[in-house]
């Protein structure tokens, strides 16, 4: 082989690495420059949600914790965020010597809730039942496939199977939210989150206290 054809290979190599390898100036500015980060669709902006609320235990620990009324549009909005609300389910139960019971019903509704009733249940020997755990829970699974997350407002511990089955059973994202003070301890544990109702803003309405007739 001749000196000349031994050297034109030696230039073309030479060449073909500059060629491959980019200057270290540039290569350095290039690593100095931060990327833009893309942007993502929010899936929690399109996450469908659905509100399961236990009247019973809330309204009586509102009243007996801090002699206040729930403010139920605050409720609904501080939970729903700005997720899609598909449904929002209350479960009363009526008592026919509760005053304000229907301005009370009533009340609920133009928040938004759908109402499933029951009548308060007095057995001879003077005790009562008034508890929609089973009614909650029927709902609350038979909804769930068209929901992404499901909110139960209830702090009673019979809950726990339940949110156990919609997290495990069914892949839901199940999220609790009670009065810490009166809230089960592993109702707090299982759900995802558990939020504290006293802690939302705006969320209690002080009883006014009744005047008395004179």
């Not at 270290?24 to 500015?29: A, F, H, I, N, Q």
């Not at 409720?75 to 304000?100: C, E, N, Q």
């Amino acid at each position: 082989m001749t000196s000349w054809s031994k050297n034109s290979r030696s230039r073309r190599n030479t060449a073909t690495n500059q060629q491959a390898v980019p200057p270290r100036d540039g290569l350095s500015k290039v690593q100095g420059q931060k990327q833009p980060t893309p942007s993502l669709p929010s899936a929690f902006n399109n996450q469908r949600v659905g509100i399961f609320l236990d009247i019973q235990n809330i309204y009586h620990s509102a009243k007996h914790l801090y002699n206040s009324r729930i403010n139920f549009q605050e409720l609904v909005k501080s939970l729903t965020k700005d997720r899609v609300l598909v449904r929002a389910i209350a479960y009363v139960v009526k008592s026919d010597t509760a005053a304000g019971e229907e301005s009370f019903f009533d009340a609920l509704r133009k928040t938004g809730f759908e109402l499933r009733s029951k009548d308060l249940q007095i057995y001879p020997d003077g005790s009562k039942k008034a508890d929609w755990d089973i009614g909650m829970a029927v709902d609350a699974v038979r909804m769930a496939s068209s929901l992404d997350t499901i909110i139960l407002v209830t702090g009673d511990g019979d809950f726990i199977p339940l949110v156990e089955y919609l997290k495990v059973g069914l892949g839901k994202h199940v999220e609790v939210a009670g009065f810490s003070k009166t809230s089960s301890g592993k109702l707090k544990e299982v759900a995802e989150p558990f939020i504290e109702i006293e802690k939302i803003p705006k969320i209690l309405m002080g009883i006014k206290p009744q005047r008395t007739q004179r």
